[in-house]
């Protein structure tokens, strides 16, 4: 059986926003390792467009190793692309998604390996079906003030249990959760 994971970067005071947090050199190697170790990853149109842009560091090196490692891992990982307005894409290991997100989930589910979720509206929508087997929470030591809450959307009340932790250099703190099912508010 498969295994779906969440995995998203957000500050302490819980906004999304890729330009708030730390990018060291060992969060983009924590990042790259987990890639390598996948087997594909999930998208949703605007993290996936975000993303393109380490295509231009593939082109382009920047000099910084972690970096472009991380290019290369994540230009190396297939990727389903879920969008509405998206009629193709324009990176060789990608593919827009051809079911709605359960049924995609439901048979990536029944193949053996690890799928990453790296949109913050997918992890959302797969952890209220039920189908998200672990989410891993890059917490930065930074307070953005304001941004897009990671659980925005989110109304279900519910207890996550923590498996592990990982603790950066830069005092970025990855926290590794089962996602627990929704229950009654207490």
């Not at 969060?27 to 996948?38: E, G, T, V």
């Not at 307005?85 to 997100?101: K, P």
């Not at 087997?133 to 996550?160: C, K, N, S, W």
Request: proline share 3%.
């Amino acid at each position: 059986m498969g295994k779906i994971i969440g995995a998203f970067n957000m500050t302490l005071d819980g906004v999304c926003d890729h330009t708030k947090g730390i990018a060291d050199e060992e969060i983009h190697d924590h990042y790259a390792a987990m890639l390598d170790r996948a087997d594909g990853m999930l998208f949703g149109r605007i993290t996936f467009e975000l993303m393109e842009f380490w295509k231009t560091v593939l082109d382009s090196p920047t000099g910084n190793k972690a970096m472009d490692d991380f290019a290369v891992s994540i230009d190396r990982i297939p990727k389903i692309v879920f969008s509405r307005t998206l009629t193709s894409v324009d990176w060789d290991s990608a593919r827009l998604a051809t079911r709605e997100l359960r049924e995609e989930a439901l048979a990536l589910k029944e193949q053996p390996g690890t799928i990453l979720v790296g949109s913050r509206s997918l992890i959302i929508a797969l952890m209220k079906m039920g189908l998200l087997d672990e989410l891993q929470l890059t917490v930065h030591p930074v307070v953005a003030g304001e941004g897009m809450p990671f659980f925005e959307d989110f109304h279900d009340y519910r207890i996550l249990k923590l498996t592990k932790t990982k603790t950066f250099g830069c005092g970025a703190v990855t926290l590794f959760y089962e996602p627990g099912t929704a229950q009654a508010a207490k």
